[in-house]
């Protein structure tokens, strides 16, 4: 048994479609349209065996219904959203063997981990195993997704939850804001010398058309500025940024969210 490999489809306006894979078989995480998907199966000759949704938003699960048109699978996500499509509701368990907490690859060997990461939306879950952290809207390289159904608070416990996974962990996340997140988190740290020479490698990257995807835990410890609210040059510019020095990293979590917002 081959470890499965991970490929993105481009799919929307700045969407990924990751695809897992081994030389017949593949899942797809969060497929907003069904057309990639569906085009790359057939030119690489594979045949689905399972969707996974992060969370509700049209453009990760879109394409549901058009690949279950096509293919008869489990579709995971997350038990506390409304997604029609779904077979296989999950959340986290504690119980890290309960069959509701993991989606389970049996073409792969693979278990992935469901992982309650609530904020941009109520119910959004990340998947994790072997490595791999399919993390959806909440973290991005270097962001992190906007909070449109959850707080500053919860987001930030997510951003932890995700962040207290090994430094090698490899994040698949599901778009490519990278360059952006960068441009904002040099406003916020400039002083980062870890982040000046991200930009540099991320900006190349786009030049020739690449993903700056997968991203590491380690990397974005290193460089994002959502999970660096404990840093005084961060701390110090969230401050400036809400007109009254900040202390707590919740308060900091939510005027550097604000700020990029806006940016
Ligand atoms: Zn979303």
Known sequence: MTMPHIVALRALTDNYIWVIRDHCHAAVVDPGDASPVLDYLQRENLELIAILNTHHHPDHVGGNAAL??????????PANESIPTLTHRVKECRDHESEEGNAYLPEFSL???????????????AYYGANLLFCGDTLFACGCGRLFEGTAQQMLDSLQKLADLPNETRIYCGHEYTLNNIRFARNVEPGNQALIEREAVVRKLREQNVPTLPSTIAMEKATNPFL????????????????????????VFAAIRDWKDHF
């Open 68 to 77: 279950l048109r096509e293919f008869t699978v489990p579709v995971y996500g």
């Open 111 to 125: 278990t992935l981990r469901v992982l309650d990461i609530p904020g941009h939306t109520a119910g959004h879950i």
């Open 228 to 251: 660096r609210c404990n840093e005084p040059e961060i701390i110090r510019s969230a401050g400036s940024r809400a007109g009254k020095p900040l202390s707590d990293p919740v308060s």
